[in-house]
């Protein structure tokens, strides 16, 4: 059961990061709320190419954290406490 649970937390506080960043980069536009999209932006800027003749592997990962993703993070979770009630 707590393993479901985990499971349950992450996926919530995924969407809720995935959101937040929809949010702030549409928000970046607008004078009045931009510092939402005030952030970082974390991984490999440029993909690691492996290429092993008969195949090419390519792995790149970045991660964009902004001040609207963490307040998506903070509601998701109030969201899953608020649900498990």
Known sequence: MKV???WVII???LIG???GTVIGSYCGGIDALSW???GQVFGLTSPLVLDLGAFVL???LTIKINIASVIGIV???LFYK???R
Do not use: D, Q
């Open 58 to 60: 390519t792995l790149g």
């Open 36 to 38: 939402l999209n005030y």
């Open 4 to 6: 479901r649970n985990s």
């Open 11 to 13: 996926f919530i506080m």
């Open 17 to 19: 990061l995935i959101i």
């Open 75 to 77: 509601i998701a979770f």
């Open 82 to 84: 608020l649900l498990v």
